[in-house]
């Protein structure tokens, strides 16, 4: 099955900036997901979005951070006001089937990094 | 706190060995089990999941659930070099959709 695709592979940012991270899903998908993996650790769950509201989110997704459908399509997940510990892997996530599915496929990621 | 435990590793294995992972979940209530490949610096790559207990098989593949014993674990049959990744254990509390990660245990293949 296709897979989602997420841009930009790569984003560097200095710390205080605001940097905007984008997802591509299959155009008939509602529910979506955002995960962060710092280098080394553990994929952490940030926020599922469904229908274009957000479903859940973790204790990881504060103020600084905000996801929008902005045009109908894309995923955007924002992240205000950049710190160092920002610096991750960045993944989407789909749903197996078009509705709910406990299995998901994830995006190729997007590498944040903060200086 | 959820928490999804596993050996770090590296655990290496000959190429056409069985190599085994394990992992271990707190939370009795948790329903769903998956096991994710993680090549270095790519994404993680569902390759197994499985809900009951017992054995589920797919190729070389096969999820082995014990809820009684909360442990689920991955045997990965005639290993080959292109198997070396980390190995993701995955699990679902009952009535959510939100995996809980453990950190990965590393899969040395070597011919």
């Known amino acids: 099955e296709p897979e989602v695709t997420q841009t930009p592979s790569h984003q560097v940012t200095q710390m205080g900036q605001e940097v905007i991270l984008r997802c591509v899903p299959i155009s008939n998908h509602l529910y979506f997901y955002w995960y962060r993996q710092i280098l080394g650790q553990k994929v952490e769950f940030l926020v599922s979005f469904y229908n274009n509201e957000i479903s859940e989110k973790s204790e990881i997704f504060d103020d600084q951070f905000s996801v929008e459908r902005p045009d109908g399509s894309n995923f955007t997940l924002k992240i205000r006001s950049t710190k160092l510990e920002d610096s991750a892997m960045y993944f989407c996530?789909?749903?197996?089937?078009?509705?709910?599915?406990?299995?998901?496929?994830f995006g190729p990621g997007t590498r944040l990094t903060v200086l | 706190q959820k928490e999804v435990e596993q050996n770090s590793g590296p655990l290496s294995v000959p190429e056409g060995a069985i190599a085994s992972l394990n992992c271990t979940y707190s939370d009795r209530g948790s329903q769903s089990f998956f096991w994710y490949r993680q090549y270095s610096g790519k994404s993680p790559e569902l390759i197994m999941f499985i809900y009951s207990n017992g054995d589920k098989e797919d190729g070389r593949f096969t999820a082995q659930l014990n809820k009684a014993s909360q442990y689920v674990s991955l045997l990965i049959r005639d290993s080959q070099p292109s198997d070396s990744a980390t190995y993701l254990c995955?699990?679902?509390?009952?009535?959510?959709?939100?995996?809980?990660f453990g950190r990965g245990t590393s899969l040395i293949v070597h011919p």
């Open positions: 995955a699990v679902n509390a009952g009535g959510s959709y939100i995996p809980t």
């Open positions: 996530a789909r749903p197996r089937t078009s509705g709910i599915s406990n299995e998901q496929f």
